[in-house]
């Protein structure tokens, strides 16, 4: 019984010291809102990246809209989308640059290679200003962000 009790105990710590380290916390809640609900209706809106630029730039949505965002990577390397505040969008830039090629799992948030597309359903349940940005890093510093504006 022993025995068992000591392999058990090795295999733990064994999990828990190869478990992949993403270089962030998952989400209970979101700043902007909530994932979608794929049953109910929604907009769509079409978003481009490419070096360094979102278009649109500005998004004007009301509260309790539901939006599928249509993310197209134009450009010729990976950029992201990701929705948050601003101050959490920089936090989080801080993040990748000591975690570069950190994946997103997160319904707020994607990466997309050169020439792909994906897509994210939000729910936009709070009023307010809203950000979209690239976080790679140094893409956000150039510019590669845009904003949402819930009313």
Known sequence: MENFTRIGVA??????????????????SYSAGEPGDPSKPSRTVEI??????????RIEVTRGEQIRFV?????????EFLL????????????MKKHPHMEHDDPNGVRV???KSAEILWKFTKVGTFEYSCLIPDHRDYGMTGRVTVK
């Open 48 to 57: 481009e990246m490419k070096e360094m630029e979102f278009t649109p730039f």
């Open 113 to 115: 290679a050169p020439k």
């Open 11 to 28: 295999l733990m710590a064994l999990s828990i010291t190869v478990a992949p380290s993403r270089g962030h916390e998952k989400h209970e």
């Open 84 to 95: 948050a505040t601003t101050a959490e969008n920089l936090k989080h830039a801080e993040v």
């Open 71 to 79: 993310i197209r990577n134009a450009g010729t390397e990976d950029h």
